[in-house]
T-cell receptor
């Protein structure tokens, strides 16, 4: 089955700096890669997703890049704000299969 | 639109007791998932339903966990008997089709003492 590894497990940045979280996956058939944000005690919320026919996708301060050859994808957050502090999860799935999550990255944005 | 509804929000039981969780997905969503999220870890899929049929239950500990979605709408997840290591948040999620945006419920936080 699919295996998703996520790094780093914790990330601390200063407000206004950029944050990058990286994930690798094992199943070359995976074609859907979402990122979820989970605040303490709350449900995971989708923030951005990318499919395998696209190399990069942006939504305001958030971007995701995908390298299918290397089987890795990354989340980039620019101009970080304190409200970006949360746990971020990457995930991967192929058509119709289960969504496999990484172990999460605790992002802390210091004012 | 209404979100995924789950109940109860919290549950505390002793080991070897039984517990059941309920989920009502977003109206029209054919695919329903139950995930287990242990503190500090990512969600792990327990079971996936497509309408009222099981698509994937390969990671469900079938000796103690069971789930059903009889009418293809709401679903229940049961643990009998519970173990200490079952302490986790149980998240229900739904989507209109596989590999589309997953909508999560608020989860049930289970503590097994």
């Amino acid at each position: 089955g699919e295996n998703v590894e996520q790094h780093p497990s914790t990330l601390s940045v200063q407000e206004g700096d950029s944050a990058v979280i990286k994930c690798t996956y094992s199943d070359s058939a995976s074609n859907y890669f979402p990122w979820y944000k989970q605040e303490l005690g709350k449900r995971p919320q989708l923030i951005i997703d990318i499919r395998s026919n696209v190399g990069e996708k942006k939504d305001q301060r958030i971007a995701v890049t995908l390298n299918k050859t290397a089987k890795h994808f990354s989340l980039h957050i620019t101009e970080t704000q304190p409200e970006d502090s949360a746990v971020y999860f990457c995930a991967a799935a192929n058509s119709g299969s289960r969504l496999t999550f990484g172990e999460g990255t605790q992002l802390t944005v210091n004012p | 639109e209404a979100g995924v509804a789950q109940s109860p929000r919290y549950k505390i039981i002793e080991k070897r007791q039984s517990v059941a969780f309920w989920c009502n997905p977003i109206s029209g969503h054919a695919t329903l998932y139950w995930y287990q999220q242990i503190l500090g870890q990512g969600p792990k899929l327990l079971i996936q339903f497509q309408n009222n049929g099981v698509v994937d239950d390969s990671q469900l500990p079938k000796d103690r966990f069971s789930a059903e979605r009889l009418k293809g709408v709401d679903s229940t997840l049961k643990i009998q008997p519970a173990k200490l290591e079952d302490s986790a948040v149980y998240l229900c999620a739904s989507t209109a089709r596989a590999n589309e945006k997953l909508f999560f419920g608020s989860g049930t936080q289970l503590s097994v003492l």
